[in-house]
């Protein structure tokens, strides 16, 4: 048995503390996250996903239990600090680059993450190569574009971007936070195979909320029910490999 | 002749306004109102430590670090205090305007017959060279130095922080600690430029900073109406040229026959134009390229 790469024990987290309308959003979740798992979330609106992604990506405090990072307890370090090994791409295209930089420049910020930085001259010239071949793998035109602002892309090109600065430096941890949700069908295909591939090859370790049944199904290894703050199910290997979307479905009925 | 000399120092001294703001304003999204009052701190220090029988360099020195403590004031209220910015720099501005008179022990103070940096080394130029003398030595120093900053992995982060602050924190930039680092450049330089026209025009006055955020905007915007789609770096030029042109269309505006009453009426119309034109440009449907630079912010 693996040791989890990350673990949460009973976290639980509170809307409007100290008020009547004070609220439990996470009601103790316990999870286990294993090197090499690509999990895939799904859950009604409101189930906590988002809070969830908030929680371990540290720009929400856990109000009880406890967050570990290699045995480590992380519950209280900051979400700047918690770059050094997690990474993140946001649903929406818009949070994920700095528009008025260009390509090049968004992937050079991406190569320091979670790392000081100095007054040294960049490298922009130097990496230019690199930086270039990995925008080629996304299959989009983006490597035409390295001195383009951000701002001025296409949202798919946008986003891709957004998870190759995610990816550039490897995380110990990847959240996908709906990434391909505001793209067109077959762009959000393209961006899923290329996710796909990329997490397979290098054997990183990915969290991915969606709402369509079949990505869930179809991507990972691993496959989490979120409902009413608490994890409902948790599908592994054959077990999820014999699920289907009627079954699936029905953690959505009640 | 001289006019137009006078009118191109005076816009170096003061393209140092523009230039810090452009740090706060542009690159960080950050309304900076500090500088109303960081302006009169930089000159209320230097002069004042100059009739105290400091060194007019030292003096000016000290006037850049009293700038750098009244940003670091407004970053600590902004980031720390959770106070929003244009409210943070308020706040900062209004007090200062209680330190300068502390400093200074009443409301103005003139530096005749003191030493300055200008009637030292400068002190045989011709009429007004002295001005155009150092303020060029100055803004070619402090723009090569912006720069060098921008260029650096923590310049680009500096940047990202004002461009993405989401985006930013995602990749580990403190982005407190940006905005705090920011403010305290840009109102060091903001004092800097305070100390050097005070020493310029022989006094320090506490009402001296009064339309000071106009003026510097007024260099940055005119900059890019008047030379459109450029370059970050060309950008920081720009912005000087854009002080020396709000200067000479000053001048033009005297020469009417309006008195120096009112600048601060004629620097709003000014600016109040510029920042109008891309609306113009709509409605007109002009499309010069001289008018490409003043798309509103995103």
Redesign the interface.
Known sequence: MNKPILELKNVQTLVNKGTANETMILKGINLQINPGDFITIVGTNGAGKSTLFNVI?G?LRADNGQILHNGKDITRTS???R??FL??V?QDP????????TVA?NM???T????H??????KLKQNMDRFTKLAATMNNGLENRMTTAT?ALSGGQRQALSFL??TLKRPDILLLDEHTAALDPHTSLNLLHATNERITKDHLTALMITHHLEDALTYGNRLIVLKDGQIKADFAGAEKQALTVDKLYQYFED | MNLVVSAIGQGLLWALLGLGLYLTFRILDFCDMTVEGTFPLGAATAVTAITNGVSPLLATLLAVVAGMIAGLITGLLYTKGKIPSLLAGILTMTAIYSVNLRIMGKSNISLLGQPTLFNGALRDLPQYFDSVTLGFIVVVIITILMVLFLDTDYGQAFIATGDNPTMAKSLGIHTDKMVIVGLMISNGMVGLCGALIAQNNGYADINMGIGTIVIALASIIIGEVAFGELTLNQRLVAVTLGSIIYRIILLAVLQLGFSANDLNLISSIVLAICMMIPQFEQRLNIKKPILKGVRPHE
Not at chain 1, 117 to 122: A, E, F, I, T, Y
């Open positions: 990506g720009n979400e700047e600090d770059t050094s990474a993140r946001f818009k949070l994920g680059t700095a528009p008025r930089m420049e050079l910020l991406a320091k993450r979670g790392e930085r100095h007054l040294v001259l960049r701002g600065i995610a």
